[in-house]
Each structure stands twice: as C-alpha cells, then as structure tokens.
C-alpha cells in the first residue's frame, strides 16, 4: 500500500484583495502527500494499488503523454512497491532516438530511473487505447497486467479522491479544483456537503467532462468554470507565468503551469470581478503536478519566455 511522506495541510493566502473583498481563501496542499506521488496522483492510485495487488497482478499499465504527471507517479508508486510499470506514451516519434528524448525530456527520464517500460506508439493509434483490439494487441505484448486508464480515473480513483476533504473543511462555502479527466472533481463532488459547491476548472478545451464526471456522482453541487484553460491543454503564456511566479514569491506556494495555476488564477479572477459573495470561504486543492515544470521550462526557454521559478 501506497505510505504518505507528510499530512497535508491547509495554508491561508492574505492579500490586499482579499482583505477588500472579504474573502477567505485556502489552499489544502494535498502536494505535499508525498515528493514524487503527489496530490490526487496518490490518491488516484492509492486503492488501485490496493485492488492489483489482492488480484495478484504484478505489473500495472498506463497511458500518458510525455510530461505527464500520471506516468511519473504511477512509475513511482511501482517502484516504491516492488511492481512493474509499463507506460504506453503518445508519440512514436520519442521513441526513435530514445536516449535523446530521456536526456531532453525529465519526466520520461524520471520514470525510465524508477523503472518504467515505455511503449511509444503514434498518435493515431493512441487515440485508439481504450479500443478492446488496441488493449488485445497490449496483452499480446507484455501478458497479464493491471489496467489503469490514462490519468488514473476510475472508480478506485474517485474513491481515493473522496478522502480529500476532511472534517475541518466543512466550514468552506466552494471547494475548488483543477480539472483533467474529471476523477478529482467526481470525488470531491461526492464528499462536499450539501452547503458546499465544488468549482471545476478544466485544463484543456473540452467537450466530454460533464459526462465523465456524470459517471461517478449524482449530485448538482458543482459546475465547471471553463475561461481559464489558457487556450488548451499545455498551453501557458507570460501573464501565466508571472503569476504562478508572483504566488510562489508572496505566498511560498509553488503552483504547476497545467493544472494547480490555471486554477488559481481562474479563482483570484473570478474575486476580483466579485463572482463569489462577500463573506466567501473558499477552499482551493493543490493537486501537485509539480514535476512538470522543468519539462514547461524547457519549452518556454525555447519560446523566449520567462521562466518558471523553482
């Protein structure tokens, strides 16, 4: 089973803005679960572990792109446990100079060293994986394994994701959350209190969230606030970049440019044009992701942008 590192805990931001506003704002820093498995990455896991192992699976396989957080936690959960990981990675093109692409690329790198099999395969036929003769021909590859879909949610992942939310928290008004394939926001959905609305901000442009996340919970106490994906999924531009910079510098809270920033940014936006009410305590969940931002480095050096500071 998957061991924490550190409780996490919920850090108070104070500014000016929302001293005016008379707003609370909060920030569980569910990214301090643990250095590499971090914030709903380990919760997400956390009874699929638990299930692969009582099945007597001995490998698990994944799907993900090539920074994704999802491949670097799930490679290593499967070191710290003793299990294989086979990643299966969108881009035939990486693995044809592999070495290359492990030197350029941290996140592929980091879970080749925690022992990691990739599987690069084009785009094309990623868009196949959930296919029952794209998983036949896997089978055929690697044998018998555990199946954990790209991002890691299913329904033992929204369970591990229902135990964000604690006792303490029943005072918030919003529960607000970075949203990718809708398995965190289902899990935060289903343990809200009825008082409680739970705010998704989706990471990329989409059209399929609201069914995803209509798979795992009955309840209309959430909504998706979809302005502040930055025009899709990976895409970061200065005005990003200063502000996760800025939050890092005044508030000593690190924030990853695809999810966690996106998000606060989106909340910080929405204060100011007085979308919550007076009196508002909002509660923000850091879901980590943090190791992604020397691979966002990489690409914005290349662009001639700012640099995300560590």
Not at 171 to 180: E, L, P, W
Request: hydrophobic share 35%; charged share 25%.
């Amino acid at each position: 089973m998957l061991t924490a590192q550190q409780k996490p805990y919920n850090q108070k931001l104070n500014n000016c803005l929302l001293r005016k506003k008379d707003i609370t704002l909060v920030v569980k820093r569910e990214d301090l679960l643990h250095e590499h498995i971090s914030g709903n990455k380990f919760r997400k896991l956390y009874y699929n572990v638990i299930e692969a192992r009582e099945k007597g699976y001995d490998k698990l396989l994944t799907f993900g792109g090539a920074y994704s957080n999802h491949i670097a936690a799930t490679a290593a959960a499967g070191n710290e446990l003793g299990i294989k990981t086979i990643g299966v990675i969108r881009g035939d093109e990486l693995g044809k100079n592999l070495e290359k692409t492990l030197e350029k690329n941290p996140t592929l790198g980091f879970a080749v060293s925690q022992g990691m099999q990739l599987h690069f395969v084009s785009r094309k036929a990623y868009r196949q994986k959930n296919g029952p003769e794209f998983i036949t021909n896997l089978f055929q590859l690697f044998g018998k394994f555990y199946l954990v879909p790209e991002g890691g949610t299913n329904e033992l992942a929204v369970k591990g994701t229902e135990e964000i939310l604690t006792p303490e928290d029943d005072s918030f008004d919003f529960i607000c959350s970075a949203v990718g394939t809708g398995g965190t926001i289902s899990g935060l959905i289903n343990a809200a209190k009825s008082h409680q609305k739970v705010l998704g901000f989706p990471a990329l442009k989409e059209q399929f969230l609201h069914q995803n996340i209509a798979k795992y919970t009955q309840s209309n106490n959430w909504e998706l606030i979809r302005a502040y994906h930055f025009g899709g999924f990976a895409k970061i531009d200065k005005k990003l970049v200063d502000f996760i910079n800025m939050v890092n510098s005044l508030h000593n809270l690190p924030l990853d440019p695809i999810y966690t920033g996106k998000m606060l940014f989106g909340i910080i936006d929405l204060i100011k044009k007085d979308y919550f009410p007076k009196g508002s305590k909002i509660l923000a969940i850091h879901t980590g992701g943090l190791q992604g931002k020397a691979g966002m480095n990489i690409r914005l050096k290349e662009k001639r942008l700012p640099l995300l500071k560590s």
